[in-house]
Structure formats: C-alpha cells, structure tokens
C-alpha cells in the first residue's frame, strides 16, 4: 500500500537554527497538505500544496511541492521555542478515500 | 465553538472492559475519520465514513466498531479491550472523502481521547 516517509524523525536544533523536514511518497500525490502538532495536541492544518514545483510561504516557514509531486518539504528559518511539535505531511492514496498522514518529524527547540 | 468535538478526553480502563468514544462535528463536512496514534506519533487510519457510510476500514481488528447514527457523528465502539489499544484516538472530519480534485480539502481534528489500559 501507499507509504508516505518523513526524515528526520526527530530533530533538536538550538534556538535561532534552520529546520527542514523531508517527506515521500511512494506514489504521486494530487495534492499535500502540511500539519503541526503541539505536544499534548492535535493535529492543525498549516498549509496545502497542488502543482508540482509550488512553493509557498508562511512568515518562516516555506513549503515546497516536488516536480514529481512525490515529495515535498518544509523549511523553518530562524526556529524559536513557538515552533516545538510534531510536523506531519499528508495525501490522498491514488484513486482511493484513504487520507494517509507521514510519519512526523519531532522538533524540539532548545533555549 | 469546538468544530469536532470528542468525549471523553481521557479513559482509563481495565483488559478485558467494553468502552466507546463519541465524536461530533458542527462543520457541516460530509467525511469523518478515526485515526489511532501510538507513542511514536505515528498516525493511522482507522476508519473513514461518508454521508454515514463505511469507505475504509483499515485492518483494524474486528472489536472496533464505529458507528455513524447521522453525517455528524462518528463513535467509536471497542470491545474486549487490550494493553496493545493504548494510544490516542483521533476523530477527524474533512468537506469530502476523496482528494482527487486539486484542491483536496483538509481534514479537523478533536482535541483526541487518551486511552489507557491496564
């Protein structure tokens, strides 16, 4: 079945540091959709992503949709301790109704 | 208001007890989801139901019982519980059940049931 992989699983950067997480699919995806989950939390939708290359901005953050649409990334500039969870992309299995998630990345934000 | 809401937040439960957790949505969304995260964060579906019906059910063992009475709700019934289903259960609702089109809808997520078993 469809898996959707993230690298890193876990992340600790100092404060004031650059973050990127990475995440593949093993099938094309029609679109991607990002999340940030707060320790203790849920899952809240940050951004969606729709044609290959597509790259968009949110203050520090910037997602960014592979040609392929088989992968995709985000990248926080200049991480603070706000930014601390769990990021997860997600997609849509080809020709099915499963909303499948990544595995995650935990970031941790030390002071 | 809370656009998907689910009761309780926690339960804890001995092996063996029958125990249900409900989940409402008042976003008018046509699709619900279960997911269970275990302590790795992993994130799985469970169940996904459209307009009250079953579209996925994910080899999830047979005491699981979800149950749709209307497009607002979703509960979900687990018989016979084991250790194994601690985790955190997850509803979740989006607008359809297929991102096919290109601007596939996002899904809501409740606040999540903490499920301890011992």
């Known amino acids: 079945g469809q898996q959707v992989m993230q690298i890193p699983q876990y992340q600790h950067v100092q404060e004031g540091e650059d973050f990127t997480t990475y995440c593949n699919s093993s099938?094309?995806?029609?679109?991607i959709q990002w999340y940030k989950q707060r320790p203790g939390g849920h899952p809240v939708f940050l951004i969606q992503l729709v044609k290959s290359g597509e790259v968009k901005k949110q203050k520090r953050l910037t997602f960014q949709f592979g040609e392929a649409k088989k992968n995709s990334s985000l990248h926080i500039t200049a991480t603070q301790t706000t930014d601390v969870g769990t990021y997860f992309c997600a997609g849509w299995g080809s020709g099915t109704y499963k909303y499948i998630f990544g595995t995650g990345t935990r970031l941790k934000v030390l002071a | 208001d809370t656009a998907v809401s689910q009761t309780p937040k926690y339960l804890v439960t001995q092996m063996g007890n029958d125990k249900s957790i409900k989940c409402e949505q008042n976003l008018g969304h046509d699709t619900m989801y279960w997911y269970k995260q275990d302590s790795k964060k992993f994130l799985k579906i469970m169940f996904s139901?459209?307009?009250?019906?079953?579209?996925i059910n994910e080899t999830v063992p047979n005491r699981f019982s979800p149950k749709s009475p209307d497009k607002a709700h979703l509960n979900l019934h687990i018989n016979s519980l084991e250790l194994g289903d601690s985790a955190v259960y997850f509803c979740a609702s989006s607008q359809e059940a297929t991102g096919l089109r290109p601007g596939g809808p996002e899904a809501f997520f409740g606040q999540g049931t903490r499920l301890t078993v011992v």
């Open positions: 099938t094309t995806l029609s679109n």
């Open positions: 139901y459209n307009n009250k019906e079953l579209i």
